[in-house]
């Protein structure tokens, strides 16, 4: 893959976000669409987990982070627990679509690393139990190639179709699964954010016609 970006990025940890708050999109009356993927590397973590990670991998502060065996800590986005446990509650799939030439580690990452639910607007989740991250993706395909592979086997798998798919990942050759299979592709520059999520989803929407004041109409979406 391309290594363009500075730094192992695993140090210095990005101010976190404000967890209670769930993407603006995910409450907003509108259609979201089937399936949620994301890519691994600088998508949902910042760093190369086939370059900066070194095995083995022991969990911290409640398996809230993770350090290797040099004692580098690494952890998610600040955003992406409340990102995947707003999919997870509204009953929405989530995928993970990674190149990355590690797939062993980034598994054993995705097991380390645990989810904690944490929302405003689901007060039963300060009861919730963390769950091991790898546990809220339904379909997990992590291997080098080329993405369009990915998410042959994540339709296969899934039976939905790749327009009712939107992907997010930091790497913009993989745009290709946009113009080859439909799949809504949205370009991250910083990480996963609820607004990327945002974007993504609205970006997803526009195919469709879909636009803000259509909330107060009924939408259909095959």
Request: charged share 25%; proline share 6%; aromatic share 10%.
């Amino acid at each position: 893959m391309a290594r363009t970006k500075s730094g192992s990025g695993a140090k210095a940890q990005p101010a976190l976000e404000d967890p209670t708050v769930a993407p603006s999109t995910f409450n907003d009356g509108l259609p979201l669409p089937k399936l949620f993927v994301f890519d691994l590397d600088y998508t949902l973590w910042p760093f190369w987990v086939d370059t900066h990670v070194s095995p083995p991998l022991k969990a911290k502060d409640n398996n809230s982070r993770c350090v290797d065996r040099w004692g580098e800590s690494f952890a998610f986005y600040p955003a992406v627990s409340s990102i995947l446990h707003a999919c997870r509650s509204r009953s929405i799939p989530i995928g993970i679509a990674s190149r990355t030439y590690a797939p062993d580690i980034a598994r054993d990452m995705l097991k380390t690393l645990h989810i904690i639910p944490s929302f405003s607007d689901n007060p039963t989740a300060a009861n919730n139990r963390s769950v091991r991250a790898l546990d809220y993706f339904d379909y997990v395909q992590i291997f080098p190639g080329d993405k369009s592979q990915h998410f042959s086997r994540i339709h296969q798998a899934s039976g939905i179709r790749y327009e009712d798919m939107l992907f997010f990942d930091d790497e913009a050759r993989n745009r290709n699964v946009q113009t080859e299979l439909g799949v809504s592709f949205c370009l991250v520059r910083d990480g996963m954010t609820r607004e990327e999520v945002d974007r993504g989803v609205w970006d997803w929407r526009k195919k469709l016609n879909i636009q803000a004041g259509d909330k107060d109409q009924e939408v259909e979406v095959e």
